[in-house]
């Protein structure tokens, strides 16, 4: 059974509580202590706006799985795959994402079928980057706060990180990551929890 989210004045309490004053110091950390994920963000749109070219997202994946501190990962995805199925796993997931009311399951699910590539951590990563507004990342350190380690435990992660952002943004309390009228979106709030989970 998972810890339910609870949002208590100005703190995010799962089983421990984090002052939502505290956000922007773990989002520095993240940024201080771990890659910028900037880069890989830019490189997300591009692909988005450019229908996802398989040379630019076999660059993508690749700089994805670096990222994340397995780049052998990207390897077998190569090996078990082909680059038209790839593409299309992802035109798929895009497609459900931009939805007004996307169905982040099914999203995750079309990820997941690519070969090499189906767990929700590396699955997540790659919609964190290209989605950051709604994807944050679900992997063994936010599996620690009680998240099911599938679709359904990645939906409720999305889920709560918008609840967290939106008492961020009516706090008006600033974002590090600079977004447009001091938005907070998942990714940074996926950021915030990492670096806090992780001492």
């Avoid at 609870?6 to 989002?27: C, N």
């Avoid at 993508?60 to 199925?85: E, T």
Wanted: glycine fraction near 6%.
């Amino acid at each position: 059974m998972r810890m339910h989210l609870a949002m208590q004045g100005d703190e995010a309490s799962f089983e421990t509580k984090i002052s939502l004053a505290a956000f922007p110091h773990l989002v520095e950390e993240h940024m201080r202590y771990y890659r910028d994920p900037r880069q890989l963000e830019i490189f997300g749109q591009e692909l988005l706006a450019y229908d996802f070219p398989a040379d630019k997202l076999e660059q993508f994946i690749r700089q994805v799985c670096s990222w994340g501190g397995y780049s052998g990962i990207a390897g077998r995805i190569f090996n078990r795959n082909s680059p038209i199925d790839i593409r299309q796993r992802f035109i798929e997931a895009a497609y459900i994402l931009s939805q007004e009311s996307p169905d982040i399951k099914a999203a995750l699910r079309e990820i997941n079928i690519i070969k090499g590539l189906g767990t929700p951590s590396f699955s997540s990563k790659h919609l964190r980057f290209l989605f950051p507004e709604t994807c944050p990342i679900l992997d063994s350190v936010n599996k620690s706060l009680g998240y099911t380690f599938n679709a359904e435990g990645y939906e409720q992660l999305v889920k709560d990180c918008a609840t967290i952002a939106g008492a961020l943004e009516k706090a008006a309390i600033p974002n590090p990551m600079n977004r447009p009228n001091n938005r907070w979106f998942a990714g940074e709030i996926d950021m915030a929890l990492f670096t806090y989970l992780n001492g």
